[in-house]
């Protein structure tokens, strides 16, 4: 039964680092709530919008006011209401989250951003469903399988949290994808990527661009929640993946620090299976792999940063 245990605890461990990064940024993204709104006015129940805000840096045109003011929106959130307050919850409907990366950690660490109410999400992601992801994605059955992950969230959410406004790309991030996935400017873009190479050329990108980023790192086979920390890039010293992005950030680019990361300072659980690297020559796992336990921490840590 111990044993068991274990084995669950590894694979919920990514959907526990989602959700922390996710109230992470919720409470640290600056207030989009226009001071001109008298808040008073704004009863939930009501139908009647005295006010209108733009949603996140986007400005799409949708209101954090006015989801607030739907009926069925405002008891799908009541607890989330409860929880933050009337005006952080208004700062997350308003807000304008990407993810990228959209496995263990990534498909979790959205599906609670949308699940809090974030007003729009863009989901971008390279690769298809398979069977052996359906043991830690947050959202995908058999039938999703060979379904593009990023498409995949999208049909799902649709059901969950209509209102929300979810783009999904099929994408690489590289350079030449780096204008239609960050322009728009977001409110807050969450790094769920598995590879040193493409997470580096991201968050050297949004440090370029001024963009506020979270960035998961070393999760593989952990369990122990109490061992998962946010610092600073520089202080991550004792995890391995959050090391190599580092020197890769300074040598390559220059930067030194000021991102934020979630990581675990615990040592894995168990060694990774074989993997063999797009060359087709036996690889590292560590240099791609970035397990569940990270997705939940993601998670609450974009909503602390949000509200």
């Not at 994605?137 to 949290?161: M, N, Q, W, Y």
């Not at 061992?227 to 004792?238: F, H, K, Y």
């Not at 797009?278 to 560590?286: I, Q, V, Y």
Request: some cysteine.
């Amino acid at each position: 039964m111990e044993e068991k245990l274990k084995s669950l605890a590894l694979v919920g461990g990514g959907a526990l680092l989602g959700a922390a990064s996710t109230l992470f940024l919720l409470k640290l993204l600056p207030r989009r709530i226009s001071n001109q709104c008298d808040k008073k006015a704004i009863e939930l129940n009501d139908t009647t919008v005295k006010c209108a805000i733009g949603l996140g840096n986007g400005n799409i045109g949708m209101t954090g006011l006015s989801l607030l003011a739907d009926e069925i929106v405002s008891e799908q959130l009541t607890r989330n209401i409860q929880f933050f307050g009337l005006d952080s919850q208004q700062k997350v409907t308003s807000s304008y989250v990407v993810v990228i990366g959209l496995g263990g950690v990534g498909s979790h660490a959205a599906s609670m951003l949308l699940r809090s109410g974030v007003g729009k999400l863009l989901l971008v992601d390279f690769d298809q469903v398979s069977l052996s992801s359906l043991n830690r994605h947050a959202v995908a059955t058999r039938a999703d399988v060979g379904i593009p992950k990023a498409e995949c969230l999208k049909k799902h959410f649709s059901s969950i949290f209509p209102e929300c406004q979810v783009d999904a790309k099929v994408l690489l991030y590289d350079v030449s994808s780096e204008e239609e996935i960050l322009s728009g400017n977001p409110d807050f873009v969450l790094d769920c990527i598995d590879n040193i190479d493409t997470k580096v050329a991201l968050l050297a990108a949004c440090v370029r661009r001024g963009l506020k980023v979270l960035s998961a790192t070393g999760a593989g086979a952990r369990a122990d929640p109490t061992r998962i920390r946010v610092a600073d890039l520089r202080e991550s010293t004792n995890d391995p993946l959050s090391r190599s992005v580092r020197h890769r950030l300074r040598k390559d680019h220059g930067i030194e620090g000021g991102i934020p990361v979630v990581f675990s300072l615990e040592k894995p659980k168990a060694k990774l299976l074989p993997f063999r690297g797009p060359s087709g020559e036996e690889d590292n796992p560590s240099d791609y792999q970035v397990r569940m336990l990270a997705s939940y921490f993601c998670s609450f840590k974009v909503l602390c940063l949000i509200t």
